[in-house]
């Protein structure tokens, strides 16, 4: 395991210091506000990593191609995480999103293989373009109520797909994906009112 240690002082992991390291795991620590891009490209043997409570900042492909990853814990006072952050990650089973985003942007996790289930804090009002794309594994998806827009191609070929649950009304999915969601598959949208079907075809409960 490598520990930063406070002693050096650290507010910020540079750009691309760790890309392609041989590190099986990692402990952040706390004082470290900011992971900038690409702080852990390619490191393929990275297993577990720790991230501390003062972290507000997952810079644009922080954890991209990390392809032993199979957990992430981002902490409530993380506000911003890039593009791509976690592109690639491919054993990436279990992920907890910080409750302070606001927005999940595009291809912040596709193609990550491995995860089956998703559930989309309240404090996410947008879903990014391609969010999802390519998480062929991806069963289950939970979105809170408080989205007001999900981009073009969020679950793209995300081929096991079969169950989306909205904490809203089906108006509230209607108005949410008018004119933006290009991926219609398998799944079906089970909304609290009634649900909507692959075809499109809205069923409202009694």
């Not at 409570?53 to 990390?66: D, E, H, P, Q, W």
């Not at 990853?69 to 907890?96: H, K, W, Y």
């Not at 996410?124 to 979105?143: H, K």
Request: hydrophobic fraction near 40%; proline fraction near 3%.
């Amino acid at each position: 395991e490598a520990v930063l240690t406070p002693e050096l002082g650290l507010t910020v992991i540079p750009e691309g210091v760790f890309t392609s390291r041989g590190i099986r795991s990692l402990v952040i620590p706390e004082g470290v506000t900011e992971l900038a891009e690409g702080a852990f490209t390619n490191c393929t043997a990275l297993e577990s990593i720790i991230l501390p409570s003062t972290l507000t900042t997952i810079g644009k492909r922080a954890f991209s191609g990390c392809t032993a990853l199979v957990s992430i814990q981002i902490p409530d006072s993380v506000t911003v995480m890039g593009e791509n952050a976690f592109v690639n990650c491919s054993s990436l089973q279990s992920i907890r999103l910080s409750e302070s985003l606001v927005r999940l942007e595009r291809n912040t996790f596709s193609n990550c293989t491995a995860l089956t289930e998703i559930h989309i804090p309240d404090s996410v009002l947008r879903l990014g373009s391609y969010l999802f794309s390519g998480c062929t594994g991806l069963e289950r998806a939970y979105l809170s109520a408080q989205i007001s827009a999900v981009e073009d191609y969020v679950f793209l070929d995300c081929k096991a797909l079969t169950e989306v649950y909205l904490e809203g009304n089906v108006k509230k999915w209607e108005i949410i994906t008018k004119d933006t969601i290009q991926d219609k598959g398998k799944y079906t949208v089970y909304c609290k009112n009634g649900m909507i079907g692959p075809d499109g075809d809205v069923t409202l409960y009694e």
